[in-house]
């Protein structure tokens, strides 16, 4: 029974220790390129990024290009198990902050 208990809580941790290392980790440049993005929260950028079928699109570092120009900086990337990851944005033009999410 000592065992038993032991290997489950094993199992529990390496879990939760992976789920967080993922909700780190887990939203890579290529991931992002990879998807496409609706808003959440308007700041003034189109309603959907799509890095791959709109090539006007581009990430470098943590900065969003449309059409070769800086458009929005990304604040944080939330990689969530259980809902759509999430993006938060600043908008450079205007400073506003809003939300697109994994589609």
Do not use: C
Request: aromatic share 12%; no cysteine.
């Amino acid at each position: 029974m000592k065992d038993r208990f032991k290997y489950i809580l094993i199992l529990l941790l390496l879990a939760i220790s992976s789920s967080l290392f993922l909700m780190k980790y887990g939203l890579s440049d290529q991931l992002i390129q990879k998807s496409w993005w609706k808003v959440g929260e308007p700041i003034g950028l189109p309603d959907v990024l799509a890095f791959d079928q709109v090539k006007r699109y581009h990430l470098q570092n943590d900065t969003i290009f449309i059409a070769n120009t800086a458009r929005a900086i990304i604040l944080k990337r939330e990689f969530r198990i259980f809902a759509d990851h999430k993006l938060t944005l600043k908008n450079i033009n205007n400073q506003q902050v809003g939300s697109y999410y994994q589609k």
